[in-house]
């Protein structure tokens, strides 16, 4: 191969490089975006190890919706969509926009919400709960838990499981919260292990800004052992049966 072929040839790879890079980016940035689930504040419904993708047009764009939340404007841009009491969404942390949290949408701009007795009532109604049974847990340390699942149903009617390991826990009891306009209030699915809306002065009241996109569907999941790119860990660790689940 002569020098100007071989020229030619690496000139061609770095091109392809850029554009594969570049459209790799653009579908990061407005159609879907992959997130692994770290913790267990959303068991029973996202386990650790589960690896989703997360619609980033669903509530419109923001400056968080860019790489390094680099988008150069405030407020949020064709968001004909706003989020759903129920949907599961990514978000950046308001005291802290580099760090990521999903949670479910419990309460909307206006509502009031209180937790008392592990009861979630919203707008000063109970939000009815039906026990399922028991199952084992383990928390993020590897401690062993027995925990009550249950469904509940939210105003809208959108029925999910949560899971308590009692009703009496620290943040089973809460002050009544008024959410303000342009901001959601969000809870995990593990109401007792969850840090979330509840605690004011870790998460809070989340603005509407701060939504990076609505979680979809599971395409990758695996018990802790094997990262994504383990690939000869795969047979032994998949969970099988999460592959391409949708969230509820």
């Known amino acids: 191969m002569s020098a100007d072929n071989q020229k030619e040839g690496i000139g061609d790879l770095l091109k392809t490089a850029f554009f594969a890079l570049l459209l790799a980016l653009v579908i990061r940035t407005f159609l879907f975006e992959p997130f692994n689930i770290p913790s267990g504040s959303m068991v029973p419904n996202l ?30 841009i ?27 949408v419990i309460g909307l701009p206006g509502d009031t919400l209180q937790v008392i007795n592990g009861h979630l009532y919203i707008n ?15 928390d993020d340390f590897g401690r ?20 308590e390991l009692g009703d009496n826990h620290p943040l089973d009891n809460t002050e009544e919260f ?11 699915d593990n109401r007792d292990n969850s840090q979330d809306s509840r605690v004011m002065d870790h998460v809070g009241f989340v603005p ?5 996109g609505h979680a979809r ?32």
């Open 217 to 248: 569907f599971i395409f990758f999941s695996t018990k802790g052992t094997a990262r994504i790119y383990e690939i000869w860990k795969w047979p032994f660790t998949i969970r099988y049966d999460r592959l391409f689940q949708k969230i509820h």
């Open 178 to 188: 008024t959410i303000p306009a342009g901001h959601y209030f969000m809870m995990g």
């Open 78 to 104: 064709a968001s004909d969509n706003l989020p759903q009491r129920g949907d599961v969404a990514v978000f950046k942390l308001p005291l802290n926009t580099s760090i990521d949290y999903i949670k479910r």
């Open 47 to 76: 386990l650790v190890g589960d690896y989703l993708f997360v619609s980033k047009y669903s509530y419109g764009y923001s400056k968080h919706s860019f790489p390094l939340s680099l988008g150069g404007f405030e407020g949020r």
């Open 124 to 138: 000063k109604k109970s939000v009815p709960r039906e026990m399922i049974g028991f199952k084992e847990y383990k």
């Open 144 to 163: 062993t838990f027995e925990a009550v699942e249950y469904t509940e149903t939210l105003p809208n009617d959108v029925i999910h499981l949560i899971q």
């Open 208 to 212: 509407l800004e701060n939504f990076v």
